[in-house]
């Protein structure tokens, strides 16, 4: 699945039961389109999921208040998590490259 470019609406934002009751591959991200961390990396992500069919990518708008980020204790953005049948197999706050190369790794391998 390619990745998703625009950050998805609040108010259509999957609720964490949902996240946890998808089967297979989702790269979560947690941002805004007007943080320039999460602008700087965003062509990263693409480059890693454009490969990578399986993986879904779900990009929420976060914000002060917003249940699913605080559900994943999100304090700094870009925040990503991979997770594999609805379990979380890692996360990152700001990631460097290197950290994103090696998650999506394992996200992919194990």
Request: neutral net charge.
């Amino acid at each position: 699945m390619p990745a998703e470019t625009e950050y998805r609406d609040p108010t259509r934002t999957p609720n964490r039961e949902e996240i946890e009751a998808t089967a297979g591959l989702v790269l979560l991200e947690f941002g805004t389109a007007w943080c320039g961390f999460c602008r700087a990396l965003a062509p990263r992500i693409a480059a890693l999921l454009d490969g990578h069919p399986e993986v879904r990518h779900v990009k929420v708008e976060d914000g002060p208040g917003r249940p699913l980020g605080r559900s994943f204790k999100v304090r700094l953005w870009p925040s990503l998590v991979f997770l594999r049948d609805g379990q979380v197999v890692r996360q990152l706050a700001r990631p460097t490259h290197d950290q994103l190369d090696e998650a999506f790794r394992g996200l992919l391998s194990e």
